[in-house]
């Protein structure tokens, strides 16, 4: 059964830069036709996609956090991550990492992990 | 970008009522749409891919329609457990925005 499960650091503080993993387990990120991405929501308010890779490793990214968003695979860990740097109190949100097949929504989610950012 | 518009807002409904949620697409997304349900403390579920096509295990009172730049989802039948945050997110191009959400109250 696949799952994800983020890891990271609770608090980051201002100006730092946030590093998230994304573990997937009963499936393979290197499987073809498969993205995998990261998502956001701050707290009470709706959902910001910030990006994701594809199973060659072409990542694609959220124009507004473009300049501070990288998104990078582990195939040997079997791990996706993201770095969000020049963290400010507005990146303070639940991140979740998702799995997207090709032509659908995305079907499989983590549990969310929430950030604050000590300002 | 392709900008997502959801309406309305906020939705009071009641158990048993037909109710439909309306998005917006900036601009031609063909059907490639999906509708996503949050309930609070949890991470969202896929309701429908491909503006229509509902996800094994969704009940069938669920259901979506529509192409081009507007897309509708509906509930037949309101049940309890269906009283929650209702968001679209259209995957025809990068960026993959989502709406603003649709909140169904009682």
């Known amino acids: 059964q696949l799952q994800l499960q983020e890891s990271g650091p609770g608090l980051v503080k201002a100006s730092e830069t946030l590093s998230l993993t994304c573990t997937v387990s009963g499936a393979s990120i290197s499987s073809f036709t498969f993205y995998w991405g990261w998502i956001r929501q701050p707290p009470g308010k709706g959902l910001e996609w910030i990006g994701c890779?594809?199973?060659?490793?072409?990542?694609y990214y959220s124009a507004s956090l473009k300049s501070r968003v990288t998104i990078s695979a582990d195939t040997s860990k079997n791990q996706f991550s993201l770095r969000l740097s020049s963290m400010s109190a507005a990146d303070t949100a639940v991140y979740y990492c998702a799995r997207r097949p090709r032509y659908y929504g995305y079907d499989h989610w983590g549990q969310g992990t929430l950030v604050t950012v000590d300002s | 970008d392709i900008q997502m518009t959801q309406s309305p807002s906020t939705l009071s409904a009641s158990v048993g009522d037909r109710v439909t949620i309306t998005c917006r697409a900036s601009q031609s997304i063909n059907t490639w749409l999906a509708w996503y349900q949050q309930k609070p403390g949890q991470a969202p579920k896929l309701l429908i891919s491909?503006?229509?096509s509902l996800e094994s295990g969704v009940p069938s009172r669920f259901s979506g329609s529509g192409s081009g730049t507007e897309f509708t989802l509906t509930i037949s039948s309101l049940q309890p457990g269906d009283f929650a945050t209702y968001y679209c997110q259209q995957y025809n191009s990068y960026p993959l925005h989502f709406g603003q959400g649709t909140k169904l109250e009682i």
């Open positions: 890779i594809s199973n060659s490793g072409t990542s």
């Open positions: 491909q503006a229509s």
